[in-house]
């Protein structure tokens, strides 16, 4: 099942945790096969700034704004009218309706760096993986070998941990083979 990180406000977030919100918009959601599972970093000022929670994604629905807001969607997205009217933009753009499912609340919240964006090598984080090596000078080579360390002239080091929230949301793994 992919995994995808998404940020989201304190506010939607403790409306997603008590159960009143059971739909998140997006104006681009992930373009990947349902069901996936949405990792949760809250955001925001009064935000925890952590990975808090995580659900199941099993339904898009894209609505045509332009042709009028669902009657629905303000209540399953906690939003108002006129915030939907808001988000589409002035030429009303689609708005997709994600629907939440099997919600679970992390007893403690997550730091981004358990997380990784996939790697683009097929042989994932093999000591040879040119996006995880990290060539050592003849100092830092020579210090090593001093303090005991092996004699290779590379280290291995994941260039692909998340440090950084995602403006919306990016693709993620959360285990490595």
């Not at 009064?46 to 704004?65: A, L, Q, S």
């Not at 030429?91 to 499912?101: G, L, Y």
């Not at 290779?152 to 693709?171: G, K, N």
Request: net charge negative; with cysteine; glycine share 6%.
């Amino acid at each position: 099942m992919k995994e995808i990180l998404m940020s989201i406000r304190a506010e939607h977030n403790h409306n997603i945790e008590a159960g009143l919100k059971t739909a998140e918009l997006r104006l681009k959601p992930p373009k990947c096969e349902l069901p996936f599972k949405v990792l949760t970093y809250e955001c925001g000022a009064n935000g925890r700034h952590k990975v808090v929670n995580e659900w199941i994604c099993d339904k898009i629905t894209e609505w045509r704004i332009c042709m009028g807001i669902p009657a629905h969607l303000p209540k399953v997205a906690c939003v108002s009218e006129e915030e939907i009217r808001e988000y589409s933009g002035k030429n009303f753009k689609d708005v997709s309706e994600m629907h939440i499912t099997n919600l679970k609340v992390y007893d403690k919240p997550k730091e981004l760096s358990e997380f990784y964006k996939p790697c683009p090598d097929k042989f994932q984080y093999c000591i040879g993986c040119k996006h995880g090596s990290v060539i050592l000078s003849p100092d830092e080579e020579e210090y090593a070998l001093y303090h005991g360390g092996c004699c290779d002239t590379y280290d291995t080091v994941c260039h692909y941990v998340i440090t950084r929230p995602p403006r919306s949301w990016c693709y993620v793994e959360t285990e490595r083979d």
